[in-house]
């Protein structure tokens, strides 16, 4: 496992939930962790899965097993959080919070 900070988590986590967003991957529209990587620098590439993880982990994201691999999407019954977290700027963020619980 990767470690983390959690300023690179923060960004990292808005940067792959607004992806997810756009590309309107909710429940069946679902997206391949490959496609989710491209539109990450190069310094967080190795960090992607961890925060996909912790994600699901909370609810925010689920994954599901396809035969070319794991299919990343947002949970419609956490909208209000995905829309909470989207709208957020700067530093304070809920993402943390939403961890502990």
């Not at 960090?47 to 396809?66: F, M, N, P, S, Y």
């Amino acid at each position: 496992m990767v470690k983390l900070k959690k300023s690179d988590y923060i960004k990292l986590s808005r940067t792959l939930i607004r992806k997810l967003y756009d590309e309107n991957c909710f429940g069946k529209g679902s997206i391949y962790i490959d496609n989710l990587k491209r539109g990450v620098s190069q310094e967080y590439l190795d960090k992607v899965e961890t925060v996909l993880d912790a994600l699901v982990k909370q609810e925010i994201c689920g994954k599901k097993r396809k035969e070319h691999g794991w299919k990343y999407f947002l949970k419609m019954e956490r909208l209000d959080k995905i829309k909470e977290i989207l709208k957020e700027k700067g530093s304070n963020s809920i993402i943390p919070i939403l961890l502990i619980f």
